[in-house]
């Protein structure tokens, strides 16, 4: 797609907004526009890899489990050979969804309009009075559309509508060296518990894209009631660019991740020792990846362009009892200029022993989802960035949000040199370029390029690690 | 022995206290008092709020794991504490709330009960806005508590809430219901 298919004012302007950035500058209008919304579905959610869920959510033949790509429905099944299918919402008679529920078990998919009736690998069986009524009709070509091209990663399914591209191998790049840490740390790998939090809120994708891009900045500030209140210690939700401990902020392939940790410190992200000693296991893991989980506090992050984790530990529900770890993983999934649902799961060890698992899973709800102590407050800040971004003010202004810290006249930054995984670490958690590459490769996608065309300085360094 | 006259009254007086509670709770929470309203938890509290399934041939199915609430006496306390914080968000300009409590049920005779605790049921309904703004939204559950009698009131022992939602149009939850 060439980049000329975008009305010119919209193409200057989204030029203009490329090269601000390399001040580290991005248009507050952008964060509520019909228009680039109707681009971005169209150039970044229909060519990207988007996260549709875990393998374990759907562990039987016949399990399934309705899910979103941008505006369209899809259905995830496990089919009766034990395949995982992604198969669109829709029977191809008359386009009735024919999926019913949001999550269940079954061995066909009946439309409710005229009893088109399909297998759970998306093949047609049933075509009422088809002798009669078509009998040319080849059952074949008529089963339900299979989403283009589906790939798992770590039992975590991600789709694209995009019939060629990169693989998803490519795709997460060198990242998958740091997600690796958190599904291969404990033996048996991470599973699903329970089902997804959902919920629509007002805000524009791209708040909170920016805010799991490396926000460290943020934490000590919109989530002092949980220092207040000490169900978080300082060194895992303080000031950011503060303390003694391994603070770094990863950007690798696109993607990026903060952590906190102690260097060479056994913190195991508070894991307790029984976990550490029963279950965690190098087998999977090169001696790098072994030392960062070994050191590791906490990590925030997000695979461009939808996706986003939280592995902490250090929190608690109650300031009297001990302090727990929590994962989740989860998505945006835009709806409109200022509009997205949240999708949001806690995992925990497969191979944890039940009580844990419930621990664990406790502690993310505390946390995050809607009901949790940090997640509460983030939501109302993100909408109100969305509502401010509305209106002429912040066109007319030519309003620029600045994206500057840790930009080379703003702050003294350095890359640790030392640093044991790929990509690049900065050696300070105060700077802003996981979402200025955020922001980046935004904009080259939606100017029809590739988005490793992303270039901006210090951003890109390339030297073999 | 009670004639069966003086059991109808008893059990009316019993309804009507557990009514009146029902609506002096939700006054409390509309109106922000948390500390007061949380005067009311039992210390053996167990608050749930499971997450609503939505499935093919069931009405009401609720998940077995998953859920948004599963609070004990500390945890609870935590999050009424938290909105003490002025850094607590959410809340800040707090929420307009109004619960709207029917459709109540009482019963005495539950196996699962100790002396002096009911078995309460009621519907919710919550209106709820903030911000400088005409959007609201609405929660609405069934509410199955275990009301446990005190010397001039009751404390809530057991509440589950079984909302109505599975998709929640709401920036987060920040009451309590």
């Not at chain 1, 950035?21 to 526009?33: A, M, N, R, T, Y």
Request: aromatic share 12%.
């Amino acid at each position: 797609m060439a980049a000329g298919d975008i009305p010119n004012s919209t193409a200057q302007t989204l030029q203009a907004a490329r090269e601000s950035l390399d001040e580290g500058l991005f248009p507050l209008e952008f964060f509520h526009d019909e228009g680039l919304h109707d681009l971005e579905m169209e150039r970044i959610f229909a060519q990207s890899w988007v996260f549709i869920g875990h393998e374990s959510e759907i562990p039987e033949p016949g399990d399934y489990a309705q899910r979103y790509i941008g505006d369209d429905t899809f259905i995830f099944v496990r089919d009766e050979s034990g395949e995982i299918n992604l198969l669109f919402d829709s029977c191809r008679h008359r386009g009735t969804e024919v999926c019913r529920a949001e999550q269940g078990n079954t061995s066909h998919f009946r439309c409710p309009y005229h009893g088109w009736t399909y297998k759970n690998n998306g093949e047609a069986a049933g075509i009422p009075q088809k002798s009669k009524a078509f009998k040319d009709l080849d059952r074949e070509e008529y089963g339900l559309a299979h989403v283009p091209r589906l790939e798992t990663y770590e039992g975590l399914v991600f789709a694209s509508l995009a019939e060629e591209g990169p693989s998803l191998d490519e795709w997460l790049g060198d990242f998958k060296w740091y997600f690796d840490v958190h599904m291969k740390l404990p033996e048996g790998g991470m599973e699903v518990i329970g089902e997804p939090h959902r919920w629509v809120v007002d805000a524009n994708w791209k708040t909170i894209a920016d805010n799991f891009n490396g926000d460290s900045y943020h934490t000590a500030w919109a989530h002092g009631s949980v220092v207040d209140l000490e169900l978080g210690g300082e060194e895992t939700v303080g000031h950011a660019g503060t303390g003694e401990s391994l603070d770094r902020h990863i950007h690798c392939d696109g993607h990026t991740t903060s952590m906190r940790g102690f260097e060479g410190e056994d913190v195991f992200l508070t894991y307790p020792d029984e976990i550490v000693e029963d279950l965690f296991t190098k087998d999977d893991l090169s001696e790098g990846q072994w030392e960062l989980a070994k050191q590791a506090l906490s990590f925030t992050g997000a695979i461009f362009p939808n996706f986003g984790f939280l592995h902490f530990g250090d929190t608690t529900d109650d300031p009297e009892k001990d302090v727990a770890p929590f994962f989740t993983i989860r998505k945006w999934r835009p709806i409109g200029p200022d509009q997205m649902e949240l999708w949001s799961w806690g995992l925990a060890p497969k191979n944890a022993p039940e009580a844990f698992k419930q621990r664990m899973y406790k502690m993310y709800t505390s946390n995050f989802g809607p009901t949790g102590n940090f997640e509460q407050d983030d939501v109302p800040i993100w909408k109100s960035i969305t509502e401010a971004a509305d209106g002429q003010f912040a066109q007319s202004q030519n309003l620029q949000l600045n994206y500057q810290m840790g930009l080379e006249w703003m702050s003294e930054m350095d890359i640790d040199d030392e640093w044991l995984g790929p990509g690049f670490a900065y050696t300070e958690n105060l700077e802003e370029g996981g979402m200025r590459l955020f922001h980046e490769q935004w904009y080259e996608m939606l100017a029809g390029n590739d988005r490793t065309d992303a270039t901006g300085s210090p951003i890109n360094v390339t030297e073999d690690r | 022995m009670l004639t069966d006259h003086q059991a109808d009254i008893e059990s009316l007086l019993v309804e009507r206290s557990v009514e009146q509670f029902l609506y002096y709770e939700a006054e409390l929470l509309d109106n922000r008092e948390l500390h007061e309203w949380f005067d009311h938890i039992a210390d053996d509290i167990s608050y749930r709020m499971p997450r609503r399934l939505m499935r093919e041939n069931q009405a009401s199915a609720f998940s077995e794991q998953g859920y948004y609430f599963n609070e004990d006496y500390g945890s609870l306390k935590a999050r009424v504490e938290r909105f003490d914080s002025e850094y607590a968000w959410a809340e800040r300009p707090p929420t307009r709330t109004r619960r709207h409590v029917t459709n109540v049920s009482v019963s005495e005779d539950d196996d699962s009960l100790d002396d002096g605790e009911l078995h309460v049921e009621s519907n919710l309904l919550v209106y709820l806005s903030r911000g400088d703004s005409e959007a609201h939204t609405f929660y609405s559950a069934r509410r199955i508590d275990t009301l446990r009698q005190t010397d001039e009131s009751f404390e809530i022992a057991d509440r589950e809430i079984r909302l109505d939602q599975t998709v929640l149009d709401t920036d987060n939850i920040s009451i309590f219901l």
